[in-house]
């Protein structure tokens, strides 16, 4: 099949990074994807970075361009393009003149912040792909049917993301680089660094845990958006609270696999607007239960006392407590790790996403 992937998003995320995968896939797997996105967008510059094909630099940045929309049509045209598959707005948006003209167009919504407009749901596309069973039931009470929306969530590769005893000294340099020491509990956060990703509650019950249990380290992994102004205010409040040997803001890292391997759990403490997240798959096929925000699609893959615990979104501490209760009970770890494991192993394959996306292309090219 030949498949337009499109992307008008700037910045870097789980939505930009799981679009990149999913083209990579097709593209290693027998069929033909192309990948449209802004040229000075993070998600072009890794891709290029990366070596991926088929990459095509598309000014995205403004929804009403009649010559964005013409030159997509043309390529759709010119390329025989089976499938659009959009991640965006503006994107969608520009890829309607194409829509008109008879290709069958795949909305992606990957997130849970409120719908604005609905119509573009309803009318303008063929088929609706959404990352959460949250995201479906947003659009129905919409007005959308259900039987256009698709429920794909979050994969992981199995082949990357595995325990520990699969990888034996994959974790001996992280260790070594921060100074962990045998007694610690180590606790990860994972993702861009943003409001919505709730790291100022993370930062604010890391506080509060530290004055009950000393031998915890938390680690902050990910980078800012934008002018990372955010990421800056909460270097400082580290500072300010005295942190610094307990706290460790990484930066970005690609390194994400062994630091789950490291970690005792991970904590995702979004604060609304989050589908599954990545980070919960990835987390379960390293044998790692997760401690999340009771919001969006969250609780579908970490379930309480089952696969990892659920605090109340924005609640520094509730999170506190759960993590001071999930690093004081090694029994707890242990069953909601395995449980979590085989979770990733039955359900959770990427593979087993791309399956499933394939064959709604087919379905819709038919």
């Known amino acids: ?47 290029k970075k990366m070596g991926a094909a088929n990459l095509l630099a598309v000014d995205f940045r403004k929804v009403w361009r009649l010559d964005v929309a013409a030159k997509i049509w043309r390529f759709c045209r010119a390329h025989r393009i089976d499938i659009i598959n959009t991640h965006g707005g503006r994107d969608s948006s520009l890829c309607l003149f194409a829509f008109w003209s008879g290709i069958p167009l795949v909305r992606s919504r990957h997130i849970t912040a409120p719908i604005k407009r609905s119509r573009s749901y309803r009318k303008s596309c063929s088929h609706i792909i959404a990352a959460a069973a949250a995201i479906k039931t947003q659009l129905t009470a919409l007005g ?31 260790s070594a680089e921060f100074n962990i020491r045998p007694e610690e509990t180590v606790i990860v956060n994972i993702g861009m660094i943003r409001a919505d990703k709730g790291q100022r509650f993370y930062l604010e019950a890391a506080d509060l845990a530290l004055k009950e ?139 087993a996403m791309m399956e499933k996306t394939l064959a709604l292309y087919a379905e819709l090219a038919r």
């Open 213 to 351: 249990n000393p031998n915890l380290r938390f680690f902050l992994i990910g980078a800012g958006t934008g002018t990372r102004e955010l990421e800056r205010e909460l270097r400082a409040e580290v500072r300010r609270r005295k942190l610094e040997a307990n706290f460790t803001m990484t930066g970005y890292r690609a390194d994400i696999a062994d630091f789950l391997r490291l970690a005792d759990f991970a904590v995702i403490a979004s604060t609304g607007v989050e589908a599954q997240s990545r980070v919960a798959p990835q987390a379960f096929a390293c044998a790692k239960p997760v401690i999340a925000a009771n919001t969006g699609g969250l609780p579908e893959l970490v379930r309480d006392f089952d696969t990892g615990l659920l605090v109340p979104p924005a609640n520094a501490a509730a999170l506190s407590d759960a993590v001071l209760r999930l690093a004081g009970d090694a029994a707890l770890r242990e069953k909601l790790a395995q449980n979590a494991y085989q979770f990733a192993r039955e359900r959770l394959s990427f593979s």
């Open 1 to 47: 099949m030949n498949i337009l992937h499109t992307e008008c998003g700037m910045n870097w995320g789980g939505q930009e990074y799981r679009t990149l995968l999913e083209h990579n896939h097709l593209n290693e797997n027998h069929h033909t994807s192309h990948l449209a996105c802004h040229p000075g967008s993070e998600l072009f510059k890794r891709a």
């Open 144 to 174: 959308v049917a259900a039987e256009k929306i698709t429920v794909i969530g979050e994969g992981v590769d199995l082949a990357e993301y595995k325990p520990q005893s699969e990888n034996e000294n994959s974790t001996e340099k992280l």
